[in-house]
């Protein structure tokens, strides 16, 4: 399979949110169109819903676990278990990677922000931001936890 971290990051600079970015590159692999994946993962933006909490990344890198593996029947404890440590794990090669999975410590805002209004992309925004190399480093680890290993 073709690399699609790049795809990741195109999407995030032509202005989808992160977890859109990262789940939109994707979902297509696992049976969901483009555009039911935008919908779906645009409220876990900015770390959902701009309240700056879990990245948006790792909300991406979770729900693509469950499109993969994700357990339907509510009874199968070793099947939420085998979701549930794939979900970790792969947050917490993320957190190794950046320092937190949590996006108002990734970006260095110390509470949730009041306005739900996303910030301007501008070449500011860009510079000062860490979100295309969080974007980056959520891709690099769906492609090696979900695409190129079997979990």
Known sequence: MESRVDEAVALF?????????VFGAYADLFGMDKETALKLS???????GRMREVCGTVSA?????????GNIDPKDREA?????EL??????EFAEENGSIICRELLGI???????????RTEEY???RPCVK????????????LLLQES
Do not use: F, H, W
Request: charged letters at 25%; glycine letters at 6%.
């Open 61 to 69: 890198m979770a729900l693509l676990s469950g499109l993969k593996d």
């Open 13 to 21: 600079k032509e202005g989808y949110n992160c977890a859109q970015s």
């Open 42 to 48: 645009s409220p876990m933006g900015a770390g959902m």
């Open 110 to 120: 110390l509470s949730r922000e009041k306005s739900a209004m996303p910030a301007e």
């Open 134 to 145: 969080l974007v980056r480093s959520a891709a690099q680890i769906v492609e090696k936890k």
């Open 80 to 84: 939420k278990t085998k979701t549930y």
């Open 87 to 92: 979900v970790r794990n792969m947050s917490d």
């Open 126 to 128: 860009y510079k000062v």
